[in-house]
């Protein structure tokens, strides 16, 4: 069995003349095809407009789509993965628009948003088709481009889930424009996790725009987006163990400690902010050990720091180490931990020296202080204005046609 | 992307010496593997020393399997569907015992039991391994064979579910010698169903089976098992659609109206029960429409009877053609109801005369007495004893070896 899906890129995904959703959900002599909404409350918030344009894109496309009820609004952010209630009216509202197997389930919202309205769409009746439209950083660039979805149980983070590839996922740009600063900035923890284990030059991108990106110049977010996504998808496609049957899950690198941290903090740490700390402790502890070299560890941190990430809360102590077992139990098997010998060279390993991680803490919240003005200098270095390069030229032709799959 | 799973025939599954359990879940050099065993209140109940055995058979072969936690005894029939209680009632028993992916969920029991701790099994970490032992007829035949699970919600059968091959199917014989008479005939309503729409030489053999098999003939009873589990297998493994991306799911012959009887009837009605009122339906439908010949017709209508099943029920009115519209949904795309142009001849329609279809509940209504003499009549009948061929002489050595693939 081989399953195909697609992403796009795109602005103004609800806008009138945009045929990208219609595309992709029409089905030649099948007539309009049945569509639930479900809207992330923080999006609404911020695009209020957002209801009335998607009921608008329906009527002017109704040979194609339909609206099978008005959508349906749900709790953003940890929430709506912590609270089953959720899964629930999502459930209700399926059951209730009589959408079936060859309907479409379209979750509009942040990564945990699309995680909890994708495991709902994949239970009912056993999997609708899932269209993801992710509007945070995080999402576009890492959380919707997966095979994967979950809700949090028992304090654990995704421990309810399934793999089931979406039908599509559709990033539309614009809705980054009124994101948090925090929001905006955690995603890059998580295209600084893939470019250090999959893609140097891609971290030296990063490394050079830290300052533009930290600053919300959109033009840098969008190549860091374009080319986290294109890594993810290579990864799906071509590393050979898309439902993790094994060990090994490289893409994990720096998170058996964030899963951890999050819940520690009451999920007060967002995602990408966990992220940039677990990334931060196991580049320390790979320098410690002599697995990584002085230069590469002081350009990674050296990039977390610049990004603006803060890299240690006083819930990093050695309650942290219980993620090393939780890690384990839910990958399955043997123990493995993805380390770097490099910038864009990982390694696995089996055995963690706890004692190890617990100096690295400690390295970290000494460095706390230090850390503060370090990123008060940087904040007044002169930014390189604008991003140059073939990737997002190639990006802008894509937005010039509204649509393209990667 | 393949899947594979075995299927195997044992008695005394959990008898020191049967190394069956420990050979499916064993893997060189992993040591002990954790297994949670989640037992059916019915089977308990039966077999009171079915958890003494189990601990008993974990610690004789601790070097291959452990028990991580003691069994978990939990509602048996539609309860353990309808309530999600039991749901989450495995899942923290998963989280509690630190499975991980690599570790087994046993579930122990009927189809429904088998159908609720798969769905929490392959939500648990997005999937532990789950190996299902079927204490039923209906379980062993049809049930846990598949790569389905599945819950009711909103009052529908399986609303939330997932596709998920097991890791092993481990049929007991031994288990049905206490089932109930009620529950010992329910499952051939879906031997019939898929003799059927597959095989026209096993419909033979069961029509002349049935006073044997009505009265527990164990004999005839394993071999319509055996023969029923091989065409199921057969089907997954060679029908294209394991996951029904399309519309068409031939072996739900019978289930659009049976589904909505059990909900009709607050699950008085088992589900074999409700599948022979549905294959009646249908057989008269397609003769009243003129797709089958009388003949066929009546070895349908008989046979059913000769089983001992009750073809009509207060419950079968015109509410049962909302199951018509929710069969539709659930599987999706276009209504595709499977029909029959003779005995092993199936024939897909997409279209149901409704008027039809209550001229023939009509029918059963006004053969309700008639068929209570019958069936008395029948059973004063002398029987045939005794079961014999080559298929049942392949059967039993397979119980001599205590264990056997398909």
Known sequence: MSFRYQVHFTRDLFAPGNTLLRDVAAEPDKGPKKMLLIVDRGVYRHHPRVLVQAEEYARRHRDAVTLAARPVVVEGGETAKNDPTWIEIVHKAVEKAGLCRHSYVAAVGGGAVIDMAGFAAATAHRGIRLIRIPTTVLAQ??????????????????????????????????????????????????????????????????????????????????????????????????GGDPFELGCSRPLDFGHWSAHKLEQLTGYRLNHGEAVAIGIALDTIYAYREGLLPEKDFNRILDVLRNLGFSLYVPELDASVLGGLQEFREHLGGRLTIMLLSGIGKPMEVHKVDEKGVLKCIEWLKNREDKNATFIEQKSRMPQIQGVKGEAVVKLRRVFDNAVDGI
Not at 146 to 174: E, M, Q, R
Request: aromatic share 12%; glycine share 8%.
């Open 141 to 238: 660039a890492d959380a919707a481009i997966g095979v994967k979805n979950g809700v949090n149980a028992f304090g654990k983070k995704n421990f309810i889930g399934t793999f089931a590839p979406p039908w599509a996922v559709l990033n539309d740009f614009n809705f980054l424009s009124t994101l948090s600063s925090r929001d905006w900035i955690a995603g890059v923890a998580e295209a600084v996790k893939v470019a250090l284990v999959k893609d140097a030059d891609f971290f030296g991108f990063i490394e050079r725009h830290a300052g533009p990106l930290s600053q919300r110049d959109s033009c840098a977010m969008r190549h860091v987006i374009y080319r986290c996504a294109a890594l993810h998808l290579e990864h799906i496609a071509g």
